[in-house]
């Protein structure tokens, strides 16, 4: 079983639409976790670290469920710009190397 | 704002030669990273640099090298390329070990023939 697990998707949504993806991690012993966006063949970038209480920016909330360890991103109001590969990232307490999740492609359409 | 900057952004390499990537970061972090990035697999450390004067193996540093030359820059070399070794190669760096966000410079595109 991977570290780290994410559906590939693609989602494929219409614009406006509410979209969310999961991610769930083997280790129960995480202590940090964060979603990256990734543009094609281009490099990752912070999109938003994940907190215990659930955290919110603009038009994304992050949620983390240590009980069934998972953490959820969920989109609402897509845009066309929000059109990426979005990954999952967990730092375990054991050490500090940050483990990614493979990805989940989402397509906005007009 | 240049950030993380790798250099090259592109390259093809014939099996057993051996070649170098460099990474610099101007964030004054003390902590770097290479990863490699295959089709369908997440990010996957290669070698890491806690801080200056430090490295550590990752997940798949065999076959690889890394020098931290000083604190703003981290390189990787590939002593005998291989066609495994074909690859997105992704420089990064943090401020700190734990629990810091790494930053990403724009990647390598390797290929190995």
């Known amino acids: 079983r991977k570290e780290v697990e994410q559906d590939p998707g693609p989602f494929n949504v219409p614009e406006g639409a509410t979209v969310a993806f999961n991610c769930t991690y083997s280790n129960s012993a995480s202590q940090s976790f964060f979603w990256y966006r990734q543009d094609c063949r281009k490099e990752p970038k912070l999109l938003m670290s994940v907190y215990s209480s659930g955290n919110e920016d603009g038009r994304f909330t992050a949620q983390l469920n240590r009980a069934s360890q998972y953490i959820s991103l969920l989109i609402r109001d897509s845009k066309l710009s929000d059109s990426a590969t979005y990954l999952c990232?967990?730092?375990?307490?054991?050490?500090?190397?940050?483990?990614f999740g493979a990805g989940t492609r989402l397509t906005v359409k007009p | 704002n240049a950030g993380v900057t790798q250099t090259p952004k592109f390259q093809v390499l014939k099996t057993g030669q051996s070649m170098t990537l460099q990474c610099a970061q101007d964030m004054n972090h003390n902590s770097m990273y290479w990863y490699r990035q295959d089709p369908g697999m997440g990010l996957r450390l290669i070698y890491y640099?806690?801080?200056?004067?430090?490295?550590d193996k990752g997940e798949v540093p065999n076959g690889y090298n890394v020098s931290r030359l000083n604190k703003r820059e981290f390189s990787l070399r590939l002593e005998s390329a291989a066609p495994s070794q074909t690859s997105v190669y992704f420089c990064?760096?943090?401020?700190?070990?734990?629990?810091?966000?790494?930053?990403f410079g724009d990647g390598t595109r390797l290929s190995i023939l």
């Open positions: 990232v967990v730092i375990p307490w054991n050490n500090n190397d940050m483990r």
């Open positions: 640099s806690a801080s200056e004067g430090t490295t």
């Open positions: 990064a760096s943090s401020l700190g070990r734990v629990n810091q966000p790494q930053h």
